[in-house]
């Protein structure tokens, strides 16, 4: 089979944006009830094979899961946010469509296609960027979960656990931003290179 580093790089995405993600919230998960998981799933050794076994199994779902949530977060939040921050670069890709032929991709999903296209070494760098994002995108979401989680009352009569929420809430701004801050680079950088790319086809044409 034919290995190219972008085909490697898939993997990479995917470990960022579903894996890891979804491995966390099972870690936590299984710490916190421990007694039920064991039990439900006939675990005997909770560091053994099976064990891990089922975790996997569980952050592969749950990385999943996390991934459909965090993606609703998007468009209310980030593409609202985003508008006002890229204007320049949106308008300059706007106006470079109507000089090609008309698609109805979006400006993002336009530029993204262009540099794949171009088949050039700076989607690595791009898709990195995106997989980070997604990554802290995630947390956002496992912060949400582990704040409410942790204020419902524990086995044995066990009090919320109000001292963690504050460390959930910082993790989530934290996330919040580094998510914004991730995906903008990726964003502009996407932009940028379509630009250039844009800019010197039309003056090859013009020769």
């Known amino acids: 089979m034919d290995f190219k580093p972008s085909n490697f790089f898939i993997g990479i995405v995917d470990f960022f944006s579903i894996l890891l993600p979804g491995g ?7 710490i916190q009830f421990k007694s039920k998981v064991s039990a439900v799933f006939g675990i005997d050794d ?5 064990a891990m076994a089922v ?4 952050a592969f779902l749950f990385g999943h899961l996390i991934r459909e949530i965090g993606s609703l977060m998007d468009k209310p939040f980030y593409d609202r946010w985003i508008d006002k921050q890229d204007r320049p670069f949106l308008e300059r890709i706007k106006e470079m469509r109507q000089q090609r032929l008309a698609s109805s991709l979006g400006d993002l999903d336009w530029a993204t296609y262009k540099v794949i296209q171009s088949e050039a070494s700076i989607i690595g760098q791009i898709n990195l960027q995106m997989a980070n994002s997604k990554f802290f995108r995630s947390l956002v979401v496992i912060s949400v979960f582990l704040a409410i989680l942790f204020l419902i009352p524990r086995e044995g009569g066990m009090n919320p ?7 959930c809430m910082a993790l989530g701004a934290f996330s919040m931003y580094s998510y914004f801050r991730l995906r903008k680079k990726a964003s502009e950088l996407t932009y940028k290179y379509t630009i250039f790319l844009v800019e010197n086809a039309l003056a090859e044409e013009k020769k």
């Not at 966390?24 to 299984?30: A, E, H, M, T």
Request: net charge negative; no cysteine; charged share 5%.
């Open 55 to 58: 975790l996997l199994l569980y």
């Open 161 to 167: 656990s109000w001292y963690l929420l504050f460390p």
């Open 46 to 50: 909770p560091e053994g094979n099976y």
């Open 24 to 30: 966390i919230l099972s870690v936590v998960l299984y």
